[in-house]
């Protein structure tokens, strides 16, 4: 694992998907792996603003999201589904039969689950992952105790993901207390990830994920297994990480990051 330190949100979100667009122009066919939430917001504009000025293109690209409501229609205002279309999959040329996310209105929601870990792997899977970090320090939906070996399959929101997410629905009672998610052993799986973590509200949550011990109380702090990972923040979300010097450094002086400046 590595972490990356931005000056600023706007500096995190651009590295990030300065990486993203130059990952989809050397690879065509590109598995990409997407979150929603709020911090992806910023993300996506981004992107779909490289998209339209340096003609970055999507039609060969198939995107996985991680995590989809269990309730909801793929046309309910706050299913995941309508996020993607309303934030990223309407501005860029992505073909819409590319973009998968578990459906959460299914009767069989086992199947379900089944058959997006079938989809991933019939793709060749994912071969970049975008990922946020939760107050619980979730990635996707995987709450506390969520096993590192996990696959695809509907979990149970913790109290605090639900105290988060709430207030996004017009009425906070409406928001599901399950989701489908992407297992964290589904996230380990991919060839590349990105953490991206901005704002002093999730400084606390990236220090235990990021230089604490691995535990499954933290589902995030499994991406210490994964073979390629770089949590990218801003120094708010830094605020408690005891090494960011070291982390600077690698930023100002490893090949691997002098186009990125
Ligand atoms: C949702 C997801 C979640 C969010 C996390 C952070 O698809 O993957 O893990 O990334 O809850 O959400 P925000 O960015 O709203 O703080």
């Not at 590109?30 to 504009?45: D, H, I, K, N, P």
Request: glycine residues 6%; charged residues 30%; hydrophobic residues 35%.
């Amino acid at each position: 694992m590595e972490v990356i330190i931005r000056e600023s949100v706007e500096k995190a979100v651009e590295l990030v998907a300065r990486l993203t667009s130059d990952a989809v122009c050397r690879k065509p066919d590109l598995v990409l792996g997407l979150a929603t939430g709020r911090t992806m917001e910023r993300l996506y504009a981004r992107l779909a603003e490289m998209h339209r000025e340096e003609n970055i293109d999507y039609s060969g690209v198939n995107t996985f999201n991680l995590d989809e409501y269990i309730g909801l229609s793929p046309q309910d205002e706050n299913s995941y589904r309508y996020y993607m279309q309303k934030h990223f999959f309407d501005h860029i040329n992505i073909k819409c039969e590319n973009t998968h996310l578990p459906d959460g209105s299914v009767e069989d929601i086992d199947e379900e689950c089944r058959k997006y870990e079938e989809t991933i792997k019939k793709c060749g899977g994912v071969d970049l992952q975008l990922l946020g970090i939760g107050r619980t320090g979730h990635i996707g939906f995987n709450e506390p105790l969520s096993a590192m070996l996990s696959r695809t399959r509907p979990k149970a929101l913790a109290p605090k993901t639900i105290e988060q997410n709430k207030h996004l629905f017009d009425d906070p009672e409406r928001m599901p207390r399950r989701a489908i998610t992407m297992g964290v052993g589904t996230i380990l799986d991919s060839r590349r990830c990105f953490l991206l973590a901005t704002g002093k509200e999730k400084s606390a949550i990236i220090a235990k994920a990021v230089e604490g011990p691995i535990t499954s109380m933290i589902s995030a702090s499994a991406l210490q297994l994964h073979p390629h990972c770089t949590v990218i923040v801003d120094e708010a979300a830094a605020a408690d990480l005891t090494q960011n010097e070291y982390y600077k450094w690698i930023f100002d002086n490893e090949p691997e990051w002098q186009d990125y400046h």
